[in-house]
């Protein structure tokens, strides 16, 4: 009897330590926001999803294999907050990557997820690239068949530890499967110490026989009152081309509450102002988050995208907009992750 009592208490303390090495955790974000937005004479109102930030639903996961090596998978779906919907074409399209990592020699990365080259982009803006502040807007895809600006599918990556002393990045590489406009590389290198934070992304993308390339660098200071934010970009596709500048400041208030404002301008140069859609683009956002708690914050934003040209770019939600015409819009959200 007391054999099978000893018995079972090393079974259960093994079966303890086992599930001490791996762990599932369930995340997401929920967003949604009263909006109003014009352009071209119309005016639309709407309840929308992600004004602050994605909402989505995720899984990852971590399996301690010893000696640092771990083993990991992430799986993560955007959600439409405002219909209960996801995309079923890419029901896990904001991520799906398994990997192997170290805290010595970094991780190698199989499956899809965000691009190195849009880390940076997203990195160094006070609104990253959700709803009517969405940086996105003013990078263009010059009339080529590339898909691979924002995420890209079979990727093979590789991030450096955390270990270099502030240097981080990576560099990763996506088989065609003969598909166009999906074969790419790109690579990132960055480093950050204490408040300044600079960065370094480039992309090339076979799209149609030709390549599409994207480059920015990203740079900011957070010198206590306020963090200001800047990067220059272009893009590429034979002849056609577009320099970016952006700017971007936050000001924290109460807890983390911030005030937030950026600007972007997209100039197109001859070639690219001949493609449809194409020409030069003026973003302008002001907006304020308000901590509830670590997990819930309200905001209000004010977005506006001024065109030139061709260019028929328009803030999330807006009507459709004639080339050459302004679109903008406000709204007032509320944001909970968990």
Request: zero cysteines; charged letters at 15%.
């Amino acid at each position: 009897m007391k054999k099978s009592i000893l018995l079972g208490a090393v079974l259960a303390s093994l079966a303890g330590a086992a599930a001490a090495q791996s762990s599932v955790t369930a995340f997401g974000v929920l967003d949604l926001a009263m909006r109003q937005a014009k352009s071209s004479g119309k005016t639309i109102n709407l309840l929308a999803a992600d004004g602050n930030a994605s909402s989505r639903l995720g899984f990852r996961g971590t399996e301690d294999l010893g000696d640092g090596l771990k083993a990991n998978f992430w799986i993560e779906a955007a959600l439409s907050a405002d219909t209960g919907t996801v995309d079923s074409s890419r029901f896990w399209g904001r991520r799906a990557t398994v990997s192997l990592s170290s805290t010595q020699w970094g991780e190698v990365r199989l499956g899809r997820h965000k691009t190195a080259a849009r880390l940076v982009i997203d990195g160094f803006t006070p609104f990253e690239t959700a709803g009517i502040a969405d940086i996105s807007k003013v990078y263009s895809l010059l009339g080529s068949a590339a898909d691979t600006i924002n995420r890209a599918d079979n990727q093979v990556a590789y991030s450096l530890p955390d270990n270099l002393g502030g240097i981080y990045g990576g560099a990763e590489v996506g088989a065609g499967e003969n598909t166009d406009g999906k074969k790419y590389k790109a690579a990132r290198l960055g480093y950050k110490n204490g408040g300044l934070n600079v960065a370094a992304g480039l992309a090339d993308t076979d799209a149609k026989g030709s390549n599409y390339k994207l480059n920015v660098v990203g740079a900011s200071y957070n010198f206590g009152p306020a963090t200001v934010q800047a990067t220059v970009g272009n893009t590429k596709f034979n002849a056609a081309k577009q320099s970016i500048y952006t700017v971007g400041l936050i000001v924290p208030v109460v807890g983390d509450s911030s005030f937030r404002a950026h600007y972007a301008n997209s100039n197109a140069n001859t070639a690219a102002e001949a493609i449809a859609g194409v020409g030069d683009i003026k973003l302008l956002t002001l907006g304020y988050v308000h901590a509830v708690s670590k997990r819930t914050a309200l905001y209000m934003t004010i977005s506006e995208i001024k065109n030139t040209g061709k260019s028929a770019v328009a803030v999330a939600g807006s009507p459709a907009v004639t080339a050459g015409n302004k679109s903008s819009a406000w709204d007032v959200g509320l944001r909970h992750s968990f």
